[in-house]
């Protein structure tokens, strides 16, 4: 499994309209982003209310035992609302890419 760091690197990547897997002098392309991919990272690090209050409501939920959804829960609370997302709950139904909802 990739980690997050490499997943948001090669998001960057594509995003850019650069396949990842390309190679550039002797490595791969998506290696080029991991200083964005750590400062996007690094944004979201502290979460904000209402990231706190959606992890908050899945935890009372009786999912505290559910860390990647509690998870989840906050990323998509950080996402609700902002240009460009994809609807509420797309996530769950597909993979976004480069702005684009792709189905999986």
Same mark, same amino acid.
């Given at each position: 499994m990739k980690t997050?760091?490499? *997943?948001v690197a090669r998001a960057l990547c594509?995003?850019?309209a650069n396949p990842p897997d390309a190679t550039m002098d002797g490595k791969p392309l998506w290696q080029d982003y991991l200083p964005e991919a750590w400062a996007a990272i690094m944004a979201v690090r502290e979460p904000d209310p209402a990231m706190i209050g959606a992890g908050t409501? *899945?935890?009372a939920e009786g999912m505290g035992d559910d860390i990647g959804g509690i998870y989840r829960a906050m990323i998509d609370a950080a996402m609700e609302g902002q240009p460009n997302a994809p609807p509420s709950?797309?996530?769950r139904s597909g993979a976004v890419t480069c702005g684009r909802l792709e189905t999986v």
């Open positions: 997050g760091l490499e *997943r594509e995003l850019d409501r *899945r935890a709950g797309a996530e």
